[in-house]
Structures are given as C-alpha cells and as structure tokens.
C-alpha cells in the first residue's frame, strides 16, 4: 500500500522569503502525485499534479514541485510567499493501475509572517 | 457548476444519537470519496465510489459507520450510535474519470458528539 510522510507539520516564513514544504512517499508501484491547499474552514483545491513526464511541475499560485523518484520525493516550491499563503498543504499520492483512491500526508501548516 | 455541496455544515449532538451527513457530487463525476479530517489522524480515507458502487470500504472505523450511494448525485455517511470520538470534520469529494484527475472538495461537515 501506499504511504505519504510529511516531514514538517509547520512552517514559519516571513513575507518574500522562498519556502520548501517536503513530501516523501513509499510506493511498491508507480505513482502520480499530488499537492493540495486548506484554507480555513474550507475543502481541499488542487495545486498541482505530477503524472509523467517533465519531473518539474508548475501549478497555481507560483508553486511548484519536482518529482524525484530516486528519492522518492515530491518538494513543493515557492520562490517568493505571500501572506495570502497561509494555509495547510497537503500531499497526496494514488498508484498507477491500482486503486483508485487517493492517500494524503498529515499536511503542512505553513504561516507567512510580515 | 455549484461544486460539492455537504449538509450540514455543523452537527452538534450527543452521544448515542444518530447523524447523517449528505452529498451532491458534482454533476457527470462518476467517483466519489468520503474522507475524515482530524488534528492526530489528519484525512483518512473512509469510503470511496465508482459509478454509484462501493469499491473500498477498508477506512470505514466500525459497524456504527455506513455509507450509500443510491444514485449518481447523493450519498450519504451514515453514524449509529456515535461516540465523542467521533468528532472531526467529514468531507465529501467528488472526480470524472480515473485517478489521474483532481478531487474537488466540498467544505466539509464539522461534526461535535458530546
């Protein structure tokens, strides 16, 4: 089965500054993975999906993330945050060929700061 | 389109009484997720559906969970007799197509068993 481990459960970062959230899965099989945002009091949107392909996927709000399978790794970029990015981001991975459903990490808290 | 509508959006009740929790997937989505969102355990899978089918209950905590699917636009989960720990908040998801697609949320049922 697989599984999705995020590193950090919070992220503290000032306004402008880059921010990495990190995403590490396990998988006996191929994956596609996901990232997606919480803001308060509301459901999950997508940010962004790796499927195939170019290993550096850009999504939604500047972000981005590069699949690394030697590392089984999916890091979420953003060279510069915003306050309006404060929210909880999760990752998300589901299996090629497999079942269908999608399994999620615990989320990261990520507080950008003035 | 209205997106996935879940009523209701707050449950207040007490222990050892019934709750159900509705959804409207999104019109032409043939799969749909049940997930549970809570601070230790974070979104856990509990049900998910294909064409009006339960394809894997596995996530389902016990006997006093149930989930229907009697058509393609409703569903519900289905808590008898609930318990304290059951507290969190139940979100409903929605997909067209397999599991390279994006989820779309609905906001969520806040759920509180006192």
């Known amino acids: 089965a697989q599984s999705v481990t995020q590193l950090d459960s919070q992220v503290p970062v000032f306004e402008e500054a880059p921010v990495e959230l990190r995403c590490n899965y396990s998988?006996?099989?191929?994956?596609?993975l996901f990232w997606y945002v919480q803001y308060p009091n509301q459901g999950l949107q997508l940010l962004l999906k790796?499927?195939?392909?170019?290993?550096l996927v850009k999504g939604i709000n500047g972000f981005e993330a590069e699949f690394n399978k030697s590392q089984t790794s999916f890091h979420l970029r953003k060279p510069s945050v915003h306050i309006s990015d404060t929210a909880e981001y999760f990752c998300?991975?589901?299996?090629?060929?497999?079942?269908?459903?999608?399994?999620f990490g615990k989320g990261t808290k990520l507080t950008v700061n003035p | 389109d209205a997106g996935v509508i879940q009523s209701p959006r707050h449950e207040v009740t007490e222990m050892g009484q019934e709750v159900t929790l509705r959804c409207k997937p999104i019109?032409?989505?043939?799969?749909l997720f049940w997930y549970r969102q809570t601070m230790m355990r974070g979104l856990e899978l509990l049900i998910y559906?294909?064409?009006?089918?339960?394809?894997?209950d596995s996530g389902m905590p016990e006997d006093r969970f149930s989930a229907k699917m009697p058509n393609a636009s409703f569903s519900t989960l289905k808590i008898q007799p609930s318990e304290p720990r059951d507290s969190a908040v139940y979100f409903c998801a929605s997909r067209a197509g397999r599991n390279t697609g994006e989820l779309f949320f609905g906001e969520g049922s806040r759920l509180t068993v006192l």
């Open positions: 998300a991975v589901s299996t090629q060929g497999g079942s269908e459903k999608l399994v």
């Open positions: 019109s032409g989505h043939n799969s």
């Open positions: 559906f294909n064409n009006n089918v339960p394809i894997d």
């Open positions: 998988s006996s099989v191929s994956v596609y």
């Open positions: 790796y499927l195939s392909g170019s290993t």
